[in-house]
């Protein structure tokens, strides 16, 4: 199975900021990369897909970029409501998540 | 609006079996797929498998295969998860999720889960 690797696992910042949250898969996945956000107690909600496509409904402060073997989220201008954890998650063969990003304030 | 519905927790003993139902509501059953993702206390999500909505093909994960069963109901718009044999490793919140195909033309591109379901408590314990 391709592994993929998130970084930081934790993560600390401040309303406003801009952070960058990196995936990295363990062979390449083309543009096969998506991003979610997950709060405590709730399913996975889907912020970016194939790699820099933004989902209907998400803030524009949300961007994704990256091909190959590492990918980039970025927020631009972090809101209160955007403190929750962050997900990467390939398709090119089945299907397998990275193991998180906490953004905490 | 889509929703995906799914069963209320359930606490099982070691070896038994856990079935979870999913009933998607507010598009086209047949026109999207179903995967199923569980997700264990604070770990990331884990991919099970997807059945196909159109024709029943399932597509299950290689850890899971021969202990997962994935099904559904195209009449009453319902997918279900059976997993056997169950163990204490297996406590987690499971989720079904619609499966979308991203395409270019005629390239794919990708998979990418757009609505999911409240999540499903399993409890293993003896």
């Known amino acids: 199975d391709i592994q993929m690797t998130q970084s930081p696992s934790s993560l600390s910042a401040s309303v406003g900021d801009r952070v960058t949250i990196t995936c990295r898969a363990s062979q390449s996945i083309s543009s096969f990369l998506n991003w979610y956000q997950q709060k405590p107690g709730r399913a996975p909600k889907l912020l970016i897909y194939?790699?820099?496509n933004l989902q209907s409904g998400v803030p524009s402060r949300f961007s994704g970029s990256g091909s190959g073997t590492d990918f980039t989220l970025t927020i631009s201008g972090l809101q209160r409501e955007d403190f929750a954890s962050y997900f990467c998650q390939q398709s090119y063969t089945t299907v397998t998540f990275g193991q998180g990003t906490k953004l905490e304030i | 609006q889509v929703q995906l519905v799914q069963s209320g927790a359930e606490v099982k003993k070691p070896g038994a079996s856990v079935k979870v139902s999913c009933k998607a509501t507010g598009y086209s059953f047949r026109s999207y797929g179903i995967s199923w993702v569980r997700q264990a206390p604070g770990q990331g999500p884990e991919w099970m498998g997807w059945i196909s909505t159109y024709n029943g093909e399932t597509n299950y994960a290689q850890k899971f295969q021969g202990r997962v069963t994935m099904t559904t109901d195209t009449s009453t718009g319902t997918a279900y998860m059976e997993l056997m044999g169950l163990r204490s490793d297996d406590t987690a919140v499971y989720f079904c999720?619609?499966?979308?195909?991203?395409?270019?033309?005629?390239?794919?591109?990708?998979?990418?889960?757009?609505?999911w379901g409240q999540g499903t408590l399993v409890t293993v314990s003896s």
């Open positions: 999720a619609r499966d979308t195909r991203v395409l270019s033309g005629t390239q794919f591109l990708g998979v990418y889960f757009d609505f």
């Open positions: 194939a790699s820099s």
